[in-house]
């Protein structure tokens, strides 16, 4: 029996966070996609297209999660794709994309824009408490100062400092530590709980590497650290995600540290890593894995492409995605740290063979 | 010897052979001392395990086996009055068909030539396999005399060493596109040089549906082994690999042999060839942008292995149509004329199943085309001739002496 595609009685933003597991995550998901998916291939002429003329289920036979339509994450990088007039269109966000790349274009109306936020909220209230904390960013003032830089790395500090309060940058502009101003950050705030943010490479490169090589340390020991975006080029510097935490303890005392996993073509419904050292999925997002070569759903446990769904997307047709990223489902509702849900792990990217084609002798 | 400045020698990397001891004396074509070179190549190649697994290096080993180029040298129509190499050829060979490395050097040795050789900058197992077998080869004391008429050389791009072989170049050979092509007419040749090239081109398979829907089981089978080769050996990244389906019959014939065709060749692939998962999602990419063309009515999806873009008719630049690794784009015509307007000079290949010989040969003189340089049955599409893209390879990379 088709449900209806209308809004479901209950907000979704009133879903518990962590709470969700077994069939109740499923059903609720399942439903929601099924009305996203009508939405957009009701508002969004392209999506329509794709979903129609590439065979997938329309929104009447979706009977799985496995079932549900997905783009490429690579196709917002290539097309222009909104499910709302260009005049609700409040904010565009781009992300910088691998090496000189195009970048994604994601068009943001003000309902999906405010369920970003309220979202990403409920998630990091999770991790740090309801109240917005003294910020400490691991990164330069430059980077989200200079508008013609917008990169993913922009756009991560500007999201992530509306949770905190009284910023301050731990990086000169040269990206080296700045350990004068962080200490008068610190003692200014002594006693509370700091909230801590930094891109993975940035934080392990220019605060733990630059605090070993200064044989200094920092008294973050009420530190709350969010990190996330991968290693990117400094892939041969990559640690493992204990040696990670060790070597910020070792430096700063802290302890509290939650990787997480996201994109900005999903934007809010991040993936927050738990005190046990695993990524969640929260109830408004789910992942699948999917084979690699033939794209077919893989059983938790096995390895394959990242196919992340997220209740958010309104305004554009995002909420089911397959990623470029490799990982695998661990398991469902069976944390050690309580959560219900998915729990998973990213393992790195597609490797990126040489385009072949006829114009390609002297491409490499 | 080819002297060259101290820079230009510290540039390149010396993949085989001695730049000191490299000769601009043209042989004549067909020397049977080369062709034994080619011949005892092919022998090696065969006999390597690593090479035997790589279906390029086998066709190629294949291509150079003794008895077939004795008959590629009967069939060649310049015995007499004589005819000799130009001298040195300098080859900028593709990336994209690795193995085309081995017909370039081919076509030069046996065209008189001594060959430099640019290989592509990234590393493949082809490559390797070819390099090998030719070392092993140049070894042999009956091939020591050759050593002076191979460089097989690797430079990141440097357009220096360009200039420099080029300007001692007697003939170039320039695989690798337009792009590539247009670049390298910027590096000047004495004024007697003669360039090949090989620009992009787009090629295309013609299937009559009566003579599918006519197949006995082992006849369909035997068709789909044959597409497989043109498609998905190279992944459709041949300038002859086709990129269009033209079937010709009417609608309901049609689908009918797509209904029994498709199916029968998407199972025969799968298993056989091996899909790597950035092709995969490359080819997926590419589906979804050309769903939202409106001439596109479907992208039929046979697992990821085989994709078929079904168009509503032929585009007027159908040739910048293309597919990559299974990607084959589909159109019904009332008949092959249908397919005359689209045919520029960018056409190569047209394979065919099932139409009468007249018809082609009818189709390829009557509308005054303007491409199309082969028509051959389906299967053949990769099968490297000393005639191709419209050239006579060892008759333009030779020249004649007349004497009276």
């Known amino acids: 029996m088709p449900e209806s595609h209308d809004r479901p009685a209950e907000p979704v933003t009133d879903w518990p966070c962590f709470g969700l597991g077994g069939a109740e995550k499923r059903d609720r998901m399942l439903a929601e996609m099924r009305r996203l998916t009508a939405h957009h291939r009701a508002a969004c002429a392209p999506y329509r297209a794709i979903v129609d003329k590439l065979g997938f289920a329309n929104e009447d036979r979706i009977a799985a999660l496995e079932d549900v339509p997905f783009l490429p994450v690579r196709l917002f990088k290539r097309q222009r794709l909104l499910s709302v007039p260009e005049a609700d269109v409040v904010k565009t966000m781009t992300s910088s994309g691998t090496s000189g790349q195009s970048r994604s274009q994601i068009f943001l109306d003000k309902a999906t824009s405010a369920l970003q936020v309220k979202v990403l909220s409920r998630i990091m209230a999770e991790v740090m408490g309801p109240k917005r904390l003294p910020m400490l960013v691991i990164d330069c003032r430059a980077t989200v100062a200079d508008r013609y830089r917008f990169s993913a790395r922009t756009a991560g500090i500007l999201g992530f400092s509306m949770f905190g309060r009284d910023v301050c940058y731990a990086l000169d502009d040269d990206m080296t530590l700045n350990p004068e101003r962080t200490r008068a950050f610190l003692d200014k705030h002594a006693g509370q709980d700091i909230l801590v943010f930094g891109f993975t490479f940035i934080v392990w490169r220019h605060l733990v590497r630059a605090l070993e090589a200064a044989r200094e340390t920092l008294h973050l020991d009420r530190g709350i650290l969010i990190h996330g975006g991968g290693w990117k080029q400094l892939q041969a510097e990559a640690v493992a995600p204990d040696a990670f935490r060790r070597g910020i303890a070792d430096v700063t005392g802290m302890t509290r540290v939650h990787n997480y996993y996201g994109m900005v073509e999903q934007t809010g419904s991040i993936f927050m890593e738990c005190a046990a050292g695993f990524l969640h999925a929260s109830a408004w997002s789910e992942i699948l894995i999917r084979d690699p070569v033939d794209f077919t759903p893989l059983p938790p446990g096995e390895t394959g492409l990242i196919h992340l769904l997220s209740v958010i997307p309104h305004s554009y047709p995002g909420h089911s995605l397959l990623s470029e990223d490799i990982g695998q489902v661990l398991g469902r509702d069976d944390c050690p740290c309580g959560r219900m849900g998915t729990r998973l792990r990213i393992d790195g990217r597609l490797e990126h063979a040489e385009i072949r084609g006829c114009s390609d002798t002297f491409a490499a | ?404």
């Not at chain 2, 490559?127 to 690797?154: M, Q, S």
Request: proline residues 7%.
């Open chain 2, 1 to 404: 010897m080819i002297p060259l400045p101290p820079d230009i020698a510290l540039a390149q990397q010396v993949v085989l052979g001695d730049p000191a001891r490299l000769t601009n004396r043209p042989a004549p074509v067909w020397d049977p001392a080369r062709m034994a070179l080619l011949a005892d190549l092919s022998r090696t190649l065969l006999a390597m395990p690593a090479a035997r697994a790589l279906p390029d290096v086998v066709t190629f080993a294949y291509w150079a086996r003794a008895a077939h180029l004795k008959a590629l040298s009967r069939e060649a129509a310049h015995p007499d009055p004589p005819r000799v190499g130009l001298g040195l050829v300098f080859h900028i060979c593709p990336s994209n068909v690795p193995v085309n490395v081995a017909f370039s050097m081919a076509f030069g040795l046996l065209a008189g030539n001594t060959g430099v050789l640019r290989l592509p900058s990234a590393d493949s197992p082809t490559i390797t396999a070819l390099v090998d077998g030719l070392a092993a080869v140049l070894a042999r004391p009956e091939h020591a005399a050759l050593a002076e008429a191979l460089l097989l050389v690797r430079y990141a791009r440097n357009d220096a060493v360009n200039a420099v072989w080029s300007a001692r170049a007697d003939g170039r050979v320039v695989w690798g596109g337009d792009a590539t092509v247009q670049h390298m007419r910027g590096f000047p040749m004495p004024p007697r040089a003669r360039e090949v090239s090989f620009p992009d081109r787009y090629s295309l398979c013609s299937l009559k549906a009566e003579a599918v829907l006519a197949l006995d089981d082992a006849g369909l089978e035997a068709l789909c082994g044959q597409l497989y080769a043109d498609v998905y050996i190279m992944e459709q990244a041949a300038c002859s690999s086709p990129q269009l389906i033209a079937w010709v019959g009417d609608a309901e014939t049609v689908t009918q042999a797509q209904a029994r065709l498709w199916p029968a060749f998407a199972a025969h692939v799968k298993g056989r060839h091996p899909l790597a998962p950035i092709r995969a999602m490359d080819k997926f990419v590419a589906a979804c942008d050309s769903a939202l063309a409106e001439d596109v009515r479907a992208v039929h999806r046979h697992g990821n292995t085989l994709y078929r873009v079904d168009l509503a008719g032929l585009r007027p630049e159908q040739e910048s149509c293309r597919g990559y690794a299974g990607t084959l784009h589909e159109v019904v015509l009332d008949s092959l004329d249908a397919l005359a307007p689209i045919v520029t000079d960018r056409y190569q290949t047209l394979t065919t199943f099932g139409h009468p010989r007249d018809d082609l040969a009818r189709f390829v003189t009557a509308h005054g085309l303007r491409g199309i340089d082969r028509v051959v049955p389906v299967g053949q599409a990769l099968d490297m001739g000393v005639i191709w893209d419209g050239y006579d390879i060892i008759g333009s990379l030779s020249r004649v002496i007349d004497i009276r």
